[in-house]
C-alpha cells in the first residue's frame, strides 16, 4: 500500500496482501487478508492574511494578495471558500474570487482582490473577508481580514444661483428659487450651509439654514419667500 508522508488529512487506506509463489506447498484456493489503515491525523488548520490592508481606486497600488496557510501540508487538495462584506460592494468597488485551492502538498495558495474605478467623489469604503467552508481542513478560531479602498477622486465645486433677484413683499410674486448645483456628482451626502446677512431679516422672509445634497444627486432647489407686512418701509436687500 502507498502511504503518502504528507497524509494529514483523515482518509483510510487499505492492504491487500495474497500469496504470489509458495515453495513446497500448495496455495490452498486463492489466499487474500485485507488490512486497513485508520487515518487519525488531525486536519490541518487554516488562517487568513492580506498582503496589504489598504489599496487605491484608482491610483497606486489597487490590488492585493488574499492568503489561506496550513499550519502543515495536508495530503489532499484543500479549497477554502470565502465571503465579503461592509460598505465597498462586490463587484462594483472590488472584484474577488471567492474560494481559495491549496495543492496537496502544499501549505499556502492566494487569490487577488482587484479596486474598480470610478468617478465618484466618495467615503473611503471597507470590506471584510471571512472564511464560511473549509474542505480537507478546518478554520483556525474564526479568520478575518480587512481591506479599505482609499478614495481619490477629486472633490466637486459647489455653485449657487436664484431664479429672480427681485421678488415683492407680498403675493404675488414674493417668492423666488435657490438653487445649489455641484460641478459632478458624488457618492456621499454633500451639506451647503447657508449665511443670511443684508438689511432684510428673519422676520422678512423665510429660508432654509441648510441644503443636503444626497449621494448621486446634481442639484437641489429651495424656495426663499418673503413675509408681508402693513409697513411702509425701504426695499430690503
Known sequence: AKVNCFDQVPSNETVVVDIVAVTHATEQAVQTQTV???????????????????????????????????????????????TTSGPAIHDTDYTLNGTILIPEGKTTASITLSSMTD???EDDETLTIDITNVVNG?????QTQTVTIMDDDATPTVDMAVAATTINESIPG???????????????????????????????????DTIL???????????????????????ED
Open 138 to 142: 478546518e478554520e483556525l478560531a474564526t
Open 119 to 121: 468617478v465618484l467623489d
Open 36 to 82: 486497513t489503515i485508520i487515518d487519525n491525523e488531525a486536519l490541518p488548520t487554516v488562517t487568513l492574511s492580506v498582503g496589504s490592508p489598504t489599496i487605491g481606486e484608482d491610483q497606486g497600488i489597487r490590488n492585493t494578495t488574499v492568503t489561506a496557510t496550513l499550519n502543515t501540508p495536508a495530503g489532499r487538495d484543500v479549497t477554502v471558500t470565502l
Open 174 to 208: 414674493n417668492a423666488t428659487t435657490l438653487t445649489v448645483s455641484l460641478s459632478a456628482v458624488a457618492g456621499r451626502n454633500v451639506t451647503v450651509t447657508l449665511g443670511k446677512s443684508g438689511l432684510a431679516t428673519a422676520p422678512d422672509y423665510t429660508l432654509v
Open 213 to 235: 445634497i444626497e449621494p448621486l444627486t446634481q442639484s437641489v432647489t429651495v424656495t426663499l419667500t418673503a413675509k408681508g407686512d402693513v409697513l411702509d418701509e425701504f426695499d
